[in-house]
Nanobody, 130 residues
Framework: QIQLAESGGGSVQAGGSLRLSCIASGYRVNTYCMRWFRQAGGKEREAVAS??????????RYAASVQGRFTISADNAKGTLYLQMNNLKPEDTATYYC?????????????????????WGQGTLVTVSS
C-alpha cells in the first residue's frame, strides 16, 4: 500500500517561493503516476501538476494557472516528488496534496480527474499574503 507524506508548506509573501516535497513509500517505482492537487477554502480540489510513472519531461502537465511558475519533478531513486513554486500569488493559497494514480487510470483518464486518484497524502498548507 502506497503511503505519501508531504512537507514544505508555510507562509510566504506574494512573489516568494516554496518547495513542496512528498516522500512516497510502500510501492514499486514506476508503477504510479504522481500528481499535485490543491484545495482552497470553499472550493473543489483542482489538479496542479502531473508527472507520469517514467518521470519523463514529456509527460509533465500543468494547470494553466501555474504554468511557468511551478515545476514538478521526481527523484525515483529517493521515492520523492517535488513541486517548486515560484512567483507565488495570493490565489495560490491552498492545501496542497501529493497523490498517486495507478498506471491504468493514469493513461485512461484525464490527468486532472480527481476521481482517478488512488492515494492522497495528508496535505500541506501554503499561505500567500499580498
Amino acid at each position: 500500500q502506497i503511503q505519501l507524506a508531504e512537507s514544505g508548506g508555510g507562509s510566504v509573501q506574494a512573489g516568494g517561493s516554496l518547495r513542496l516535497s512528498c516522500i512516497a513509500s510502500g510501492y514499486r517505482v514506476n508503477t504510479y503516476c504522481m500528481r499535485w492537487f490543491r484545495q482552497a477554502g470553499g472550493k473543489e480540489r483542482e489538479a496542479v501538476a502531473s508527472i507520469d510513472a517514467d518521470g519523463s519531461d514529456e509527460s509533465i502537465r500543468y494547470a494553466a494557472s501555474v504554468q511557468g511558475r511551478f515545476t514538478i519533478s521526481a527523484d525515483n531513486a529517493k521515492g520523492t516528488l517535488y513541486l517548486q513554486m515560484n512567483n507565488l500569488k495570493p490565489e495560490d493559497t491552498a492545501t496542497y496534496y501529493c497523490v498517486a494514480v495507478s498506471e491504468y487510470d493514469c493513461y485512461s483518464r484525464p490527468w486532472s480527474d480527481v476521481y482517478a486518484v488512488d492515494t492522497w497524502g495528508q496535505g500541506t498548507l501554503v499561505t500567500v499574503s499580498s
